[in-house]
Each structure stands twice: as C-alpha cells, then as structure tokens.
C-alpha cells in the first residue's frame, strides 16, 4: 500500500478516526526521523525481534511496515539500534525467561549507546505479573504495549520517542479490528494473512485466551480485498493465520463458515497456493475437508494438534474430542486427500498424566504415523485451570516422556517423509540454501523442504523438481521446469 504522508496536514490536531489517526502519526514519526537524519547524519536504526508463533511474526511484520515508513532502517544486529523492539510470547515459561536474559544483554549494549529505545509488546505484555516486574527491574524499557493495541504502533512509538520514562499502554481486551495499516513483508512471494485473533476455547494449559483475547473474525470482503493486493504485488501463496481458523466467521454478523471462505480465496486469479494454520479438531467439518479434497491450491498439510493421546488427559485439557474420535478424523481426512501431510502438537507431563497416559499418547502417534510433530514439556501458566490441578509431574520424569516421544516420533517421521523419494515435485523456491550458495530451497506442498541445484532467479518461482534423497526432515533433488 502506497501512502502520501506528505499530503497530511501536521499542523492540525490527530484525525479520531482509524487508520487515518495512525497516518497522522506515521507522518509525525518520519518529520522526527528526518530531525534524527539532521542530527546523526544517518537515519535511525531499527531491529525487531520476534518470539513465539506465525501470528506474532505476522505482527512483526506490521511493526516493521511502520518503522520502514518512518524512515528508520533495518539494522541486523540489535545491539546498534537506535530503536529494538521485542514481539513477545508466553506460552510456555521458558519463552519469559528468555526475554528476560535478553533485556539484560541489551541493557549493556545500550550503556554504548545512551540515545537507544528499547519497546516491548506482544502477549507476554498482557500479564499484570510481567508488568510489575518490567516497572520495578527493567525502568530503561521505553515502551510497552500488548496484543490488543499493536494497530495504534505509530502513535505509540512518536509518544516514546521523546518521552524519557516508560511508557505503558496495555489493554485487557478489545472488539477492534483496523484494517490498512501497512506492513513490510519478510518475502516478496508469500505472507501470513490474519484471518481472526484470540481464542474461546479455554484448553486447561493454554495462557492464550487471556492474553489475546476473545476470537474476532475479519470480514471475508476485508481478509480477500487485502489476498488481491497481495497477488498483485507477486504473492503467490497465503497463509491463513488464526489460532482456531476452523471456527472462522461464526462470530461475524453474517456468520461464514471457514469452508465458505477458502472457497472464495480459491478463486482468486494469480494465487497459487493457499496453507492455514491452526486447526482445533473439535471444529473441523465435513464441508472443510471437502474442499480441501477437491481443492487445487490449498497444500497437502494439515497441522492438527492433539496435545494428548489418553481421553482421560484431553478432558481435562478441556479439548472435548477422544482419542477415538481425533483417529476417526484423521482417516476420513486421509481417505478425502490421500497425499495429504499431517502434523501435530504434543504435551508431555499435563498435571494427573500417568505412564499409563503416556502410552496412550504414543500410541496415537504409532497409529497416525504423523510427518512431523512438535512436542513440548508441560509449562505451568499462572491463572490457567491446569496450573492448581493436583499431580503435577516431576521434571525427571517429563524430561524421560519428552525423550522417549521424541525418539519415537523422528523415527516414524524420518520413515514417512522419504516416502516421496524418485517423485517429481512442485515445490515453491523461497531462498537461496543457507549453508551451500549453489543449492537453492523450495517448499513443497505439503511442507518439506527441498534443497537442490538452481539459480536464484528462481526464488518465487513455482518448480518442478525431482526429489533424489531424503535426509530425514528434508530432500536433496535436482531441478526440472519453472511452472509459473
Ligand atoms: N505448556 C506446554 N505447551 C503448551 N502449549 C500451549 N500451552 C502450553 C503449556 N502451558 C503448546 C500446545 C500448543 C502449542 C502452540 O504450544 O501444544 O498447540
Ligand atoms: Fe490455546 Fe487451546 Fe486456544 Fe489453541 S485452541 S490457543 S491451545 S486455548
């Protein structure tokens, strides 16, 4: 999107309505960078730093669209920034402390430069405990803010840029969705799509219903008018980003079904290839598997977390399915898209979970002979149902369940990817090989990487490739023809 910041009118007061208050801003923000130039005699440096999921780094985008369009340049290495940004998540513990050790680093780099700004937001913002300890440790933070507000990113960073105390601007929930602020993509040929935020589902573990909020669907009009400019900027694949995508629309005023609005993004002329993530299994219908089987451009992927194999634990997950259901799932998707790639989530050591639990849960991943799963050790979230439930399991012995899964799971997936070897490919080329300069790496539909050789022209290309040999979690292969 193309903005004229130089038309809006700086000596009048901020327009109340959005996104036009943000453009106000952004003009403001670039008449400071401009100031910055004067001063330095260079423009100013940015660095964002994205943690946790596709949804935040999809935000990230955002933030960098801002700082992009108020002058500031990317600056690889945070610690010569004049401004660093930190998209947060707290999902699981670890993810917090992380930040933590981060923020002190950081605070010794800035020691070198006293004119640094150091903002946080994202969802680890939005707990109150993270608040304080932000207030009282870490005072040399300029900005904070949360999940809720990241649309109003340009009026925030102008009010900090001249503010010499912390500045916090954190809101417990919202019913906004603004639309056209603009963002910078990490790649000219695909990109994240936000489809809905928040979540209702309430998984006993799961900190994200408090900290985004209750689930908001875009308007189908909105998220298609945004996929169309997409394409016509090159992006030929879109990821539908959601954290529940399967109960997209239900709570639009004219409610539409997710299946009713891959059908619509379907048509689109110029895209060719359409992923989504996340599905709840409770929430996939008969009519989305549907269209995923006679559906030409959404990939052979399906990420479909279980979290647990015993019915006893998914009860009282709060994931209301069984064991017996999600196989039930899993088989009727399999005999609708045969080739079809299926991944999950698994938890190890949720509160109450026995050996006896354990196997059901290696069971599952047996029978469903998963492409790849991510595993995770239990990490108890403050104010989740699960964190007071009785029978927390011991460190050792989730440390031995999350090493037993995952030698069970890489055997089985190494044994499932390779099923492709001789096949020829339609992989999409996204980069030039990080370790060999002469490989190129594709993605192929159902999400495997390929590495073979090509010239860089390629990249954004779709490519026929032949795949050689597998090497567990990807292929080498050898190219073939360029397909668009
Ligand atoms: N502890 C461990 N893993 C968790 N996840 C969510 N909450 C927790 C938690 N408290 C995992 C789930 C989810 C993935 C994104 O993170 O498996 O699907
Ligand atoms: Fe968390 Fe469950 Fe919502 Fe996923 S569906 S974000 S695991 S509460």
Redesign the pocket.
Known sequence: MTIDLDRIDLSTAAPAEEPARQFYFLAKCREWVKSFEQKHGRPPRSHVTTFGCQMNARDSEKLEGILKNAGYVEEPDEKKADFVIFNTCT?REHANQRLYGRLGQLNRSRKQNPEMKIALCGCMMQEAEVLEKLKKSYSFVSLVFGTHNIYKFAELLWACLDADRMLIDVWEDTDKIVEDIPSERKFSFKSGVNIMTG?????S?????YV?GRERSREPKDILREIEALVSDGVVEVMLLG??VNSYGKTLEHPVSFAELLTQIEQIDGLERIRFM?S?PKDLSDELIEVMGNSKKICRHLHL?I?SGSTRILEK???RYTKEQYLMLTEKIRRAVPDISLTT?IIVGFPGETEEDFQETLDIVRRVRYDAVFTFQYSKRTGTPAAVMEGQVTPEVMKDRFDRLLAEVQAISTEVCSVHTGSVQEVLVESVNDHDPALLTGRMSNNLLVHFPGDPSLIGKLFSVRLKECRGFYYLGEGGHVLT
């Open positions: 999902v979540c209702n589902n309430f998984c573990y799961c900190i994200v219903p985004r954290q529940n996340t709840h977390p979290q997950m709060n994931r989530d």
